[in-house]
């Protein structure tokens, strides 16, 4: 069996780690197209060289643009590549410009798509995210679940006969990074200059066009970051950093201590030292349960809603509505007692996507 995975941007990275990894103890073939919509080394080169995963086969070399000059100059660059390949399987990930043109290309030339991370929905379609996920289910021939409700929104939209659950391969790397990272494999991550290791602090990400496009809104949040009495290790994404600069909105002020996005082990090791997480990142969001450090999400809605019991993960979509002490409060407010649960599966989600896709 030969099958291509297409990956672009940095969580793509992080899925295609347990993958590649799970192919490589098989005879299968296993290409990896990587499009080049995430090119700055911190987004893509350190996970390649921090996950151990191979080299990609081709790069299209992409790059940033509007949402139709990057869906279609990866939709015309991987034709050929697919035509040339004649994959058994294209494999898509997740929801980003990326896997839906790896989507689209591939049913265009009959070749059988599978979408790995199926079934998420926020019900929120003023993000990219959502219509490129939903497109990508109806035109995917296989559509490999994470969670049981993954798997009740594929059912509601006519998709049950194509899903299958197998897990969240976010658990596979988390766990297993989680772990080198305790054994003290991994050099100490490079917090933001202003953060002591020691001391309590809160972990932060902010890059959803949601929050970083307009300029009223991303003064708010930041506000509210600035705010906060402890201090906040801001990781900042490229976009963060240049739509901050574009609106005129400091970063670093009050509590906030503004760094570089870490490589995974580094991220792993930032939230394992934080006392908490406040983000509109999916991964983190589910990175903070699986480390058992409570989230605050600043968003209305969430995709990981399983991630809410407990009070393990908390939606405050506008943290400005909130009295000030609120608002602080809720950020830094303890982790609840006892262990979140396991909804996302028992770390071999990799191993059973490559049976599903044998199997078929
Ligand atoms: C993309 C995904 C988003 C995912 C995120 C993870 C889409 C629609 N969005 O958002 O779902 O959560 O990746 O990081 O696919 N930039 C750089 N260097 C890079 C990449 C981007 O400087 O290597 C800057 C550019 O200013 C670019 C902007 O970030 O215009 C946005 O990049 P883009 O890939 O379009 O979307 P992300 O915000 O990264």
Not at 142 to 167: D, Q, Y
Not at 204 to 210: I, N
Request: hydrophobic share 40%.
């Amino acid at each position: 069996m030969k099958v291509i995975s297409v990956v672009g941007a940095r969580p793509q990275l992080i899925k295609l780690a347990p993958i590649a990894a799970a192919f490589a103890s098989t005879d299968h073939e296993h290409q990896i197209v990587h499009t080049g919509q995430h090119y700055d080394a911190d987004l893509s080169d350190v996970f390649f060289s921090g996950l151990g995963i191979p080299t990609p086969d081709v790069h299209l070399g992409i790059g940033s643009g509007s949402h139709g000059v990057q869906t279609g100059k990866a939709l015309a660059a991987l034709d050929p590549v697919f035509m040339a390949e004649k994959p058994d399987w294209v494999l898509v990930y997740g929801d980003t410009n990326s896997t839906l043109a790896g989507a689209l290309a591939a049913v265009k030339l009959h070749l059988p798509v599978a979408h790995l991370e199926a079934g998420l929905r926020s019900f929120n379609r003023a993000m990219p995210e959502e219509h490129n996920r939903i497109l990508t289910d109806h035109a995917a021939d296989l559509l490999l679940a994470p969670t049981n409700e993954a798997m009740r929104h594929l059912a509601a939209e006519g998709l049950a006969a194509r899903s299958t659950l197998v897990g969240d391969v976010m658990v596979d790397v988390c766990l297993r990074i989680r772990d080198s990272v305790l054994s003290g494999d991994h050099p100490a991550p490079v917090l933001p200059a202003g953060i002591q290791p020691d001391e309590p602090y809160l972990l932060a990400t902010l890059h959803r066009a949601e929050n970083t496009d307009s300029p009223e809104r991303l003064a708010m949040l930041v506000d509210a970051l600035a705010d906060l009495p402890v201090p906040v290790a801001l990781l900042a994404h490229p976009r963060l950093a240049a739509k901050a600069e574009e609106h005129g909105v400091r970063l670093s002020r009050g509590a906030i201590h503004v760094g570089r996005p870490l490589p995974y082990a580094g991220m792993v090791a930032a939230v394992l030292g934080s006392t908490g997480v406040v983000t509109d990142s999916g991964g983190l969001q589910k990175e903070a349960y699986l480390l058992s450090r409570p989230c605050t999400t600043l968003r209305p809605e969430t995709e990981w809603i399983e991630t809410l019991a407990d009070g393990w993960n908390q939606l405050v979509p506008d943290p400005s509505a909130y009295p000030r002490s609120e608002w602080a409060s809720t950020a830094t407010r303890p982790a609840p007692t006892g262990a979140p649960g396991t909804p996302y599966g028992d770390g071999h989600a990799a191993r059973r996507v490559v049976e599903k896709l044998t199997e078929k």
